[in-house]
């Protein structure tokens, strides 16, 4: 579903939105997809969650409605492995409290967890969550958890004892450029996922790909530019932690930022 904001800037006018609708089914016909599409006001609430009187032309729902009725809930990972990013460590009665956001999997009470790429080990004592202990957690849920003895740094992924993530050395990743970014083979580059920022370089850009029909454009070209779309092989330099993002999608994306020529 698309939402159309904003209709106060154009005075609610009908022949604005249907302009505006014509352009997005052209797109939407270019990708065979269809959505609903609902004008709003966020700022005054117009359709967000009642109907506007401003917009009397418009005879379908409201953004809550269509969300309500078009959109099914994701199921949570809590069968996949454990994973969790950690956000920050806080000292709270002399003892490091470990925020940590669950990602995929369940962290109990008692488990004991391995912290990546460091491999420091250790065992949970307590689980907490806005000032009550509770003794699990699952996907989605943001926590702050207390290790015996164990201080990781911040970016550090959390795993139980089976199922561990590999300590990446290389990878391969299909990026978009979509600020003032040019990327060439040999650049160094800061890459950021979860909470972690690590060295990388860049040792191959291996297609350029064509953004709207997804072909591709060329092999092995010599940059990507801003607006561009490829795969590029990079070689990490310094030890971490990703995933594939059909696994696990946390830890299968990142932001690209800190380009230094070779």
């Known amino acids: 579903m698309i939402a159309v904001n904003k209709m106060d800037l154009v005075k609610y006018s009908e022949e604005a939105f249907q302009r505006i609708t014509s352009e997005l089914k052209t797109v939407l016909t270019s990708l065979n997809l269809n959505a609903e599409i609902v004008p709003v006001s966020a700022i005054h609430g117009d359709n967000v969650f009642s109907e506007s009187k401003n917009m009397p032309w418009y005879r379908g729902h409201t953004l809550i409605k269509t969300l309500d009725q078009s959109v099914e809930p994701a199921n949570l990972p809590i069968n996949k492995p454990l994973r ?26 008692g488990d004991t967890i391995i912290f990546y790429p460091s491999l420091a080990q250790g065992q949970v004592e307590k689980i907490e969550s806005f000032g009550s202990n509770r003794y699990s957690a699952s996907p989605g849920d943001s926590i702050g958890i207390i290790i015996n003895g164990i201080t990781p740094p911040r970016g550090e992924v959390i795993s139980n004892t089976i199922n561990q993530p590999s300590i990446v050395r290389a990878f391969t990743a299909q990026v978009i450029l979509l600020s003032d970014l040019e990327l060439r083979e040999g650049d160094d580059v800061t890459i950021r996922y979860g909470t972690a920022a690590k060295q990388c370089r860049i040792m191959k850009i291996v297609i350029k790909i064509d953004p709207v029909n997804l072909t591709i454009q060329k092999e092995h070209p010599e940059h990507l530019r801003p607006g561009d779309v490829g795969t590029i092989r990079f070689q990490a330099m310094e030890p971490m932690t990703l995933e594939r993002f059909s696994e696990t999608p946390e830890l299968g994306r990142f932001i690209i930022e800190g380009v230094r020529g070779a």
């Open 84 to 109: 969790g990013t950690i956000q920050d460590v806080y000292n709270v009665d002399d003892k490091p409290l470990i925020i940590c956001k669950i990602a995929s999997g369940t962290l109990k009470t």
